[in-house]
């Protein structure tokens, strides 16, 4: 109430002048303020691309174009990174596999089948698995399931399946308890939330009309879903999907437990591999020199792939969300 | 005899056929789905619990971490609960008020401008960057220059809450009805003072549980901790010089020990962890609850 703008009482009411008058200094002052905020966001990603590149170009000067080979081995110096984005692939697209089925199965519950009332429960209890944290579902992997689940399930799925054409080279063989595929489960229950809750929102947005529309010609539950909300909602599910597949691939600390450590390519989904992630996570200690700027550089394409999947993500998603509302 | 159909009655009951079937069946598999999610939680919280509960006490978490000659030694989690404290909370007072700013510019300034689109299209995309990869980059920006400490881990902290407070306060900000900010301007009021004394109260709920759920979620992040403060036992009570501890980094560093009393920590650093999280999540569950004035 104190700040009654200084009206001139010279000035007739509503003259062009005083609505031109300058803003007041705190006004701008303010303006200004959230505006600088706002290009933060801005500002620290291009400061993220910037300087790690730089101090990983000793390692892409080294290396060149060998970056991407399959050799690694810091003691003889070299370093490539191609094991790493193949684990990361691997363990994305396991996660992926399993998680999504499952995490679209619980949006389409979620908004065609419970009740409102018992919505919210679900969402409350989906959400708990997002509040887990990384290091926590990592220790219990390594600890619990990891031993439970090779003792359990891996050597008898291998000794199961060994010497058949397309199993045998991905489950026979060795098994390990910390290996890709534990890695990729471990995954596929973090990412579950996140793909849920995205497919959620786009699946809420197909109209009440045309689920009403697909019921009145005489559709049970599934026709409707797959003549009216699947066609709506497609686009935005894979976006949800990539998004989800950018989380997989840049989370850290629970692969880093799970996953074995171990810096090779293979076929076998139950032995030890490795990630980009968890190989900067495990090993950054002790790295100096072109050692330490390859584990930054892996950084940097860990960056850059996420950027790259989040941005097509992302406009995905836009773009559908603006198709449901008929724009 | 008055159940049976006559011939004169119709049966308004939907006749038994594969369509009907199959879309029961779908039905099922939708409720096995939340099943299937639901066992690994219980599985993974009934873990926890039943480990970590025997070990924690106001003794665990003030205590100080032994070394690990001691194998069998449990000890504390004192130096981690201080450092966590610290740094999330730092974090915390840098990266809640540029978040809310930001919102602040993107819904009451930006409006349908490029430059707002594109910050708020890349504030979205910076949601998605890896944690590991906020570590590398105060790394190299701050930790090769001034050295490990506190404070380069709350800016990695920060880094990584900003676009989270930035999504979740616009949201809340653009369900403030106009009709509030227009009555504002006719009485006269500027628009930073609009936005400061009438917008931001009545989102006021909204934009404090979403902080908290940030918080929640950086209190347990480990990676971006690893480069920035490294990992020590002993006590750092200064946030801004020496390495630190918290208790994520305490957990990764036990998780590969072969010690029954390391894994001991670890299991009752995790629980700390997850209780933290979890009260902070009913905290902003009732906040939004009770302050919630305006719902979609």
């Not at chain 1, 995954?187 to 045309?210: D, G």
């Not at chain 2, 918290?246 to 299991?267: D, K, M």
Request: aromatic share 8%; net charge positive; charged share 10%.
């Amino acid at each position: 109430m104190s700040t009654v703008t200084k009206a001139d009482p010279a000035s007739p009411a509503g003259s062009a002048r005083a609505l031109s008058e300058r803003r007041p200094l705190g006004d701008r002052g303010f303006q200004a303020l959230a505006l600088a905020s706002g290009l933060l966001v801005l500002v620290i990603l291009v400061l993220i691309a910037v300087s790690t590149s730089q101090q990983a170009s000793s390692w892409f000067a080294a290396e060149g174009i060998k970056i991407f080979s399959s050799t690694w081995n810091p003691t003889k110096n070299q370093f490539g990174a191609l094991p790493f984005i193949y684990g990361t692939a691997v363990t994305g697209v396991i996660a992926l596999i399993m998680s999504v089925p499952v995490s679209v199965g619980i949006a389409l519950l979620l908004t065609e089948i419970v009740p409102y009332r018992w919505s919210r429960p679900i969402v409350y209890v989906i959400d708990l698995l997002a509040v887990v944290p990384s290091v926590v579902w990592g220790l219990w992997g390594i600890l619990v399931f990891a031993p439970w689940i090779q003792q359990h399930v891996y050597t008898h799925v291998s000794s199961g399946v060994t010497g058949l054409p397309v199993l045998g080279p991905l489950f026979g063989g060795p098994t390990s308890g910390a290996s890709f595929f534990t890695a990729g489960i471990i995954l596929a229950f973090m990412i579950t939330p996140i793909v849920t809750s995205l497919s959620r929102e786009v699946i809420a947005t197909v109209p009440a009309i045309e689920r009403e529309g697909a019921y009145a010609l005489g559709a049970t539950r599934w026709e409707m879903i797959r003549g009216a909300v699947w066609p709506h909602s497609q686009g935005g599910v894979i976006g949800a999907v990539l998004l989800g597949l950018g989380r997989a691939m840049g989370e850290t600390i629970a692969v880093a437990l799970v996953i074995g450590s171990s810096a090779t390519i293979t076929s076998h989904l139950l032995s030890p591999g490795y990630s980009m992630p968890s190989v900067i996570a495990n090993e950054f200690g002790e790295a100096t020199g072109v050692f330490r700027s390859a584990l930054i550089g892996m950084g940097v394409l860990l960056f850059a792939f996420t950027i790259i999947i989040n941005i097509i993500a992302r406009a995905v998603v836009e773009r559908s969300a603006r198709r449901g509302r008929g724009e | 005899m008055a159940v049976s159909a006559g011939p004169d009655s119709v049966d308004l009951r939907e006749p038994r056929s594969w369509r009907r079937t199959k879309s029961q069946l779908v039905t099922a598999a939708m409720v096995g789905a939340f099943v299937l999610v639901i066992i690994p939680l219980g599985f993974v919280l009934f873990t926890v619990i039943s480990k970590g509960a025997s070990i924690i006490s106001w003794q665990f978490l003030t205590a100080a971490i032994p070394p690990n000659v001691l194998p069998a030694s449990i000890g504390g989690m004192g130096p981690a609960v201080v450092g966590t404290l610290e740094i999330t909370g730092f974090a915390t007072l840098m990266a809640v008020p540029l978040g809310v700013l930001g919102a602040i510019y993107l819904n009451e300034y930006g409006g349908n401008r490029p430059l707002a689109r594109l910050i708020g299209f890349f504030s979205d995309v910076m949601t998605g960057v890896p944690s590991i990869v906020m570590g590398l980059f105060i790394f190299t920006i701050w930790v090769l220059h001034f050295g490990y400490s506190g404070l380069a881990g709350s800016f990695a902290l920060a880094c990584l809450m900003l676009p989270i407070v930035i999504r979740s306060t616009y949201e809340m900000l653009r369900l403030v009805p106009d009709a509030l900010r227009e009555g504002s301007y006719a009485l006269g009021a500027s628009k930073a003072r609009v936005t400061v004394t009438v917008v931001l109260p009545a989102a006021i709920g909204g934009i404090v549980s979403g902080a908290l759920l940030a918080v929640a979620r950086a209190a347990g992040e480990t990676a971006p901790l690893l480069f920035t403060i490294l990992t020590v036992t002993t006590v750092n009570r200064n946030l801004f010089s020496g390495p630190n501890t918290s208790l994520p980094s305490q957990i990764f560093a036990n998780a590969t020990q072969p010690y029954v009393g390391a894994q001991a920590r670890g299991w009752g650093a995790a629980l700390t962890l997850i209780a933290i999280a979890f009260i902070l999540m009913i905290v902003a569950r009732f906040i939004t609850a009770r302050f919630a004035r305006f719902q979609r």
